[in-house]
């Protein structure tokens, strides 16, 4: 895969890109990330990317004129897979669902909006979705883009050195991931359960399907429905 990221602020991406399981993935061959300065199409002496919004405002709105510019120099995977996102307060929320299918996709531009927003034209005409990680406002696109990027690159196939460690997470079955325990044994007086040092796998994996429903119950009721 692919992952284009048009940004105000490529260098904050790379400390996340090169460590931990997004570097092994890089170099694994299973994804490659282009870094896309949206200040190096900006306009005149000040490499100006943004202006006053029209019918007036408090902050200013990205060019459509400049973001334009720098999407078009996204080194373009020629494929129906490909997909431009935004990262936006206003998009629909990410989750897991939407991780496992842009996991899918050839190619990911991502587009970092800042400051107060970006010129509805340039959604209009290039963006394909807005995505957001969250009912509050953060002070730009990146973090979000991090997130976004961290969850679906780890579902690339080779990627994790354990397939089947994404089968059992939170989410995957629609309810949050049973407790987890390891050594010690005991700590503080608290002991790991009994059953998970039994050895008998049906009860282990009947103990941890009913403690993963107890807590999706007390936690995100929500998505039992």
Request: net charge positive.
């Amino acid at each position: 895969m692919k992952i284009s990221i048009i940004t105000l602020f490529p260098e904050i991406f790379l400390p996340v890109f090169n460590s931990s399981i997004l570097g092994r993935a890089q170099k694994k061959g299973k994804v490659a990330f282009e870094m896309i300065n949206l200040r190096d199409f900006g306009q005149g002496r000040h490499k100006t990317v943004d202006d006053k919004p029209y019918g007036g405002g408090v902050g200013m709105v990205l060019k459509v004129d400049v973001l334009a510019k720098a999407l078009n120099s996204a080194a373009r995977v020629q494929s129906p897979e490909s997909r431009v996102i935004l990262m936006s307060a206003s998009g629909k929320t990410f989750n897991q669902t939407k991780a496992k299918s842009l996991s899918k996709r050839k190619q990911l531009i991502i587009v970092c909006g800042h400051y107060e927003g970006v010129d509805q034209r340039f959604i209009d005409k290039y963006i394909d979705e807005e995505i957001s990680i969250g009912d509050y406002i953060l002070t730009g696109g990146e973090i979000p883009a991090m997130a976004v990027i961290d969850s679906l690159t780890r579902l690339l196939p080779g990627v994790l050195e354990k397939p089947e460690a994404t089968k059992k997470e939170s989410f995957e079955n629609g309810l949050l991931e049973h407790p987890q325990y390891t050594r010690p044994e005991t700590f503080k007086g608290m002991k790991v359960p009994k059953v998970l040092l039994s050895g008998n796998h049906a009860k282990i994996a009947n103990w941890q399907d009913e403690k993963s429903r107890q807590k999706t119950n007390k936690v995100r009721p929500d998505l039992l429905g």
